[in-house]
């Protein structure tokens, strides 16, 4: 009757029976009516990067994912939840230990030594061990999520600061071509004016344009250099090991990226998925707290002495303990389990909002800015086709220099714009890559997270722990 007794009990759980919180998703995104895809349609990459076909881009992801900061401090997080989640396991099976004891008196005769093995096993009676057990497990899991977070939010931040240390560098460039044709066009007012043919108006004008174009370099010269000091930062270096070959940003392809259901893009993206996890953490919280409000019972046993068998005794005992009055503290912890868990549901439900709001917003943006682009590189052919003409016209005497100037300026922002939009376009096609878990897999494709294969010093790590 006990045995059977034992048996009933211990199938008892007192773990809430999980629910994945429900919450409405849309079946398409309304940046795309209809659900339309871009113009190409390719395949959804996991290196994704990649499909800008950029090799320095692809050399700087690599050492990133190799000796990034912040991954490795993501995954000896992950390893640390794994080995908790393994000290929390072991609470489910018995102990054994052995004793050695000796002692000696005034006499030879006296000497005695004893060896007695020893096991003890509280009976998990209401699935109290088990619950504390799930729960390091799931919070393990949502650590392994919070690896892959730390990895694509990585990969992002290291194309997004390299497009940015190209568009710094070229619009160096661009200050340094322009303060270089003032400098041209300076000393032929200058000559001009000597001759009668330019007033002084117009070299002081000149003048200030020269000094305005020369200003600009230095201060793009330190913004260039402070985004390559974080980029080396990203990549696990020093910012004076960092040396960028500097492609020309125009040269980087901007790819189209592969449409996504709203579902299958939560489903896949790690913020949502960590935050799932840690809600059954939660749960079998829950069922721990209950469970502690019952009776415990632990068995003992000794076997000695083991140096003796002739004199050898074997001993188990056994207790039931019952908490009667502990001012409130289990009661305590259950509210803080619940409250807790209501908590995790509203943070589960806004990941999932804060995912879907930043696709559309990234899906707004690669699309304002390709229709920026367009606009831009028009009138940006306009700007220097004005310039051009306006230099033609000066030198015959068909116009005063004043034009000439305001067709220089014009020219020079519309150049410095065209940088601008190019890298902002760049950057959102990244942020869309991201939003949408390019490269995730589906939970069902997946039962572990597995580290980035270029760490030579870790493997493979499981999100469970056995």
């Avoid at 299958?264 to 059954?280: F, Q, T």
């Avoid at 696709?359 to 310039?387: F, G, H, I, K, P």
């Amino acid at each position: 009757m006990a045995a059977v007794m034992l048996a009933v009990l211990g199938g008892c759980s007192m773990v809430p029976i999980y629910k994945q919180p429900g919450m409405t998703l849309p079946t398409q995104w309304s940046s795309h009516p209809g659900n339309a895809q871009p113009s190409t349609i390719q395949a959804d990459p996991p290196e994704w990067w990649k499909s800008f076909g950029s090799a320095e881009l692809d050399a700087l992801v690599a050492r990133g994912l190799a000796d990034g900061f912040d991954l490795k401090i993501a995954i000896h997080r992950l390893e640390q939840a794994q080995a908790r989640a393994g000290i929390a396991s072991a609470a489910q099976y018995p102990t054994l230990g052995l004793a050695i004891n000796g002692s000696r008196g005034t006499s030879s005769s006296s000497t005695k030594r004893s060896a007695t093995l020893q096991a003890s096993y509280a009976l998990d009676l209401w699935g109290l061990n088990r619950a504390l057990a799930s729960s390091a497990r799931a919070t393990a899991e949502s650590s392994g999520f919070d690896m892959e977070i730390a990895k694509v939010t990585l990969v992002s931040s290291i194309a997004s600061t390299y497009f940015q240390a190209l568009s710094l560098n070229e619009r160096v460039r661009l200050a340094q071509l322009l303060a270089k044709d003032a400098q041209a066009m300076l000393s032929l007012v200058q000559t001009q004016a000597r001759l009668g043919a330019a007033s002084d108006l117009e070299v002081a004008q000149q003048r200030n344009a020269l000094q305005t174009f020369q200003a600009a370099v230095p201060i793009l010269m330190q913004q260039r250099d402070q985004v390559t000091g974080d980029l080396a930062v990203l990549i696990g270096d020093l910012p004076e090991n960092l040396h960028l070959v500097a492609e020309n940003l125009r040269d980087v392809r901007i790819p189209d990226v592969a449409g996504t259901a709203p579902a299958d893009a939560i489903a896949r993206l790690p913020e949502v998925r960590s935050a799932e996890a840690r809600l059954k953490a939660a749960d079998f919280d829950i069922g721990a707290a209950r469970a502690a409000f019952l009776p415990s019972l632990s068995l003992a046993g000794g076997y000695g002495t083991l140096l003796n068998p002739s004199a050898a005794l074997w001993t188990v005992a056994g207790s039931v303990l019952q908490p009667l009055f502990d001012a409130g503290q289990r009661e305590g912890q259950l509210r803080v389990d619940r409250a807790h868990a209501e908590e995790l549901v509203v943070t589960y439900k806004k990941a999932i909002a804060t995912a879907l709001q930043t696709v559309e917003s990234q899906m707004s943006a690669t699309s304002a800015t390709r229709d920026a682009e367009q606009l831009d590189e028009a009138a940006l052919q306009s700007a220097r086709q004005a310039l051009d003409l306006a230099r033609i016209r000066m030198t015959n005497g068909a116009t005063d220099f004043l034009t000439v100037l305001l067709s220089e300026r014009t020219l020079y922002q519309a150049e410095d714009t065209a940088l601008q939009i190019r890298l902002q376009r760049l950057q959102s096609t990244v942020g869309l890559y991201r939003a949408l878990g390019t490269g995730q897999s589906l939970p069902d494709e997946s039962a572990t997270a597995t580290v980035p294969s270029s760490h030579p010093w870790v493997a493979t790590i499981a999100k469970e722990t056995s």
